[in-house]
């Protein structure tokens, strides 16, 4: 038996995974048997094309040598994934999934000093005394600009759930530039950045980004009518790509979970599975059809512009009223609520930019929504809006998310089945037709274990190449060496250039991802050293460096260069509220230096060109070596400086 036939059973008839079972309890030693098929495959298999002759044999020989990526080489893809609870963001490669990079966003982080630093801070946001407002983070969903359907490198977005703030990070640094806190809103799930501007044709790039409000709170959140479930509302916000600035937001009916937006621009939308406006669990789940929602954006923009809006609490964000009763006539109105089935998870556009798929969570059937019928019913054309459903095919248990091959097929996660079923969209529609010919479920795999969030290599943009799929899956079980009670989550690979979909690599991530995009590593330009007039307080020379005082207010001025900083010793006195700026004037690709205070709990990086600073309070006297914590050189140990605080 090679693991060929293991894999790729009819799936459909006959779960991979039981057979498996069976097999092995018939083969009795069935690890061993399955160890030398194993090795066996692997001697016999001749090294893939495009395999260097120069890779070590372990490489590129057998049949899942052409998923590894050799010594020396690069990954064809980055994979960007969020980190969840951890509040971070971070970078792999594909398909090694070798991980590259974990970017702080909304936690704090002593490699780079984020959250420490004095730029840092005003990022995150601080409260009046200068210390960060909050400490923790919850990211899920990250999605990059666009140009013309495709990511332009030129930022990505990443929601915090815990405190309703967006951030961005820009591309060309891969570092947090921005966080603003989405006003009167809680559990701040889904956004998605336009494709193109939604009211200036000529406008092809990403202008705005959706913001789905999950929690209805009491509007404002105030103390009153708390226990009045009429004054609980949830907000779509919109927030200005550039500025950074909420432009508005909308009061709905029911809650937002995930967002998608169209390829022209138009249309916005959020799927909902709270339309019973419970405030308990049990009260949730009582409607058969709860809805995915659409935002007419040109429509919402001119009311704000008419100032048809009103303000809650201190905000003085415009909020539109997009509740079902405010939006009776489909001529004028601003939202359609498209009835799906209940509580869907995810929403996911279509590469060909016709559809909008939600998933059944509670219902084993994907939606497919057809947009220019949504337009159809906001031009009044079309009598009811579930009639832009042009699909609700049957594909399984528990199906939450969707990604897109460039041939036409859909691959979603069935988290109860630990499934990734393939199924073709136009079959999906022929058959919701009634034609009973149309083989919808092409195939199946699975994946270990309980899938949440999958996505296809590209699959967000009009150009996906059909060669990956990615299973961040919530349970990883037994795939890993056992590391205490919390383990590791997993992100299986799947190949899906071929007819069959094939498990190729268990790729290891630390808890716990939620959504990734992957993305051609042509798309992705980078700098390698900044500059220093980024920096206005930058010290351009080391001859301005030294110590400066205004009363009790100290500030230290100096830079770095391997293996020195340009002053080995500086002077303050107790009490002294002091700001130390570094510039790290070496410039080197790679060369960074840190600078770590013992007792005084400071620890940052300066890049190549970049200048930091922070500030703190001299309230210890005695002598404390600062020193380099970066390696840089060979004399790296020796890179200190000496503070002195006098007493
Ligand atoms: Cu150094």
């Not at 916005?268 to 929602?293: P, W």
């Not at 869907?344 to 947009?371: E, M, R, W």
């Not at 980024?534 to 010290?539: E, L, S, V």
Request: charged share 25%; glycine share 8%; proline share 6%.
């Amino acid at each position: 038996m090679s693991i060929e036939d293991i894999k790729h059973d009819d799936a459909s008839t006959v779960p991979a995974r039981r057979r498996f079972l069976n097999s092995a309890a018939l083969a009795g030693l069935a690890g061993a048997g399955l160890s030398v098929g194993l090795s066996a495959c692997k001697q016999e298999a001749s090294a893939p094309a495009g395999t260097p002759a120069a890779a070590p044999a372990a490489h590129g020989a057998g049949e899942y040598g052409k998923y590894e990526v050799p010594p020396g080489q690069l990954d064809e893809y980055y994979s960007f994934s969020s980190g969840g609870h951890s509040g971070e963001v971070r970078i792999y490669g594909m398909p090694s999934g070798r991980l590259f990079k974990r970017i702080p966003v909304f936690n704090m982080d002593c490699l780079v000093g984020w959250g420490i630093t004095n730029e840092s801070k005003a990022i995150i946001g601080t409260k009046p005394d200068g210390s960060l407002k909050y400490h923790t983070g919850d990211t899920h969903h990250v999605h990059q600009s666009y140009t013309d359907g495709m990511y332009d490198g030129k930022y990505m977005f990443v929601n915090d759930k815990i405190h309703g703030r967006l951030a961005r990070i820009r591309m060309d640094t891969m570092e947090t530039d921005k966080i603003i806190e989405l006003p009167n809103i809680q559990g701040f799930h889904g956004t998605f950045p336009d494709k193109r501007d939604p009211v200036d044709e000529k406008i092809n790039h990403t202008t705005r980004v959706f913001c789905g409000a999950e929690f209805s709170i009491p509007l404002p959140n105030d103390g009153n009518g708390m226990n009045d479930p009429t004054k609980y509302h949830s907000l779509f916000t919109c927030v200005d790509a550039e500025s950074m600035e909420v432009r508005w937001q909308a009061l709905i009916d029911g809650n937002c979970d995930l967002v998608a937006t169209s390829f022209d621009g138009k249309l916005a939308a959020t799927n909902q599975y709270n339309t019973e406006m419970g405030a308990h669990y049990q009260d949730m789940m009582s409607s058969e059809r709860d809805a995915c929602l659409f935002f007419n954006v040109a429509r919402i923009e001119d009311a704000v512009k008419a100032g048809k809006t009103r303000t809650y609490g201190s905000s003085k964000v415009p909020v539109v009223d997009c509740t079902k009763a405010a939006n009776q006539d489909p001529k004028t109105a601003l939202t359609c609520y498209v009835p799906i089935p209940k509580n869907p998870h995810g929403v996911n556009a279509s590469p060909d930019g016709k559809y909008f798929v939600c998933s059944g969570k509670l219902s084993p059937t994907a939606t497919v929504i057809q947009l220019d019928l949504v337009l159809k019913w906001f031009d009044g054309d079309l009598k009811d809006a579930r009639d832009a459903v042009v699909a609700e095919p049957e594909i399984g248990l528990g199906p939450l998310h969707t990604g897109f091959d460039n041939k036409g097929n859909a691959y979603t996660t069935l988290f109860l089945d630990s499934q990734i079923v393939k199924w073709n969209v136009e079959a999906a529609i022929q058959s919701f037709k009634g034609d009973k010919n149309a083989k919808v479920v092409v195939d199946r795999v699975d994946v270990q274990y309980q899938p949440g969030h999958g996505f296809t290599s590209m699959g967000e943009t009009k150009a996906p190449d059909g060669k990956y799929f990615l299973s961040d899956n919530k349970f990883s079980k037994d795939r890993f060496l056992p590391v205490g009670p919390l383990h590791p989550e997993t992100a299986q690979l799947i190949d899906i250039s071929g007819d069959k979909m094939k498990v190729v690599a268990d790729h290891a991530v630390y808890s716990e991802p939620h959504d990734s995009i992957i993305v051609k590593r042509d798309l992705i330009k980078t700098r390698q050293v900044y500059n220093l007039d980024d920096f206005p307080n930058a010290i351009k020379d080391p001859k301005e460096s030294g110590v400066e005082r205004k009363g009790n207010k100290v500030t230290v001025k100096m830079v770095s260069q391997a293996p020195a900083f340009s002053l080995p010793e500086f002077t303050v006195k107790k009490g002294d509220e002091v700001t130390i700026i570094l510039t790290n004037l070496d410039k080197v690709e790679d060369l960074t230096h840190g600078f770590a205070i013992p007792k005084y709990d400071i620890n940052f990086i300066v890049n190549p060109l970049e200048t930091k600073s922070v500030t703190f309070k001299a309230d210890k006297p005695g002598v404390y070596w600062c020193y380099c914590t970066n390696f840089c050189h060979a004399l790296h140990l020796e890179m200190r400086s000496r503070m002195i605080v006098e007493k």
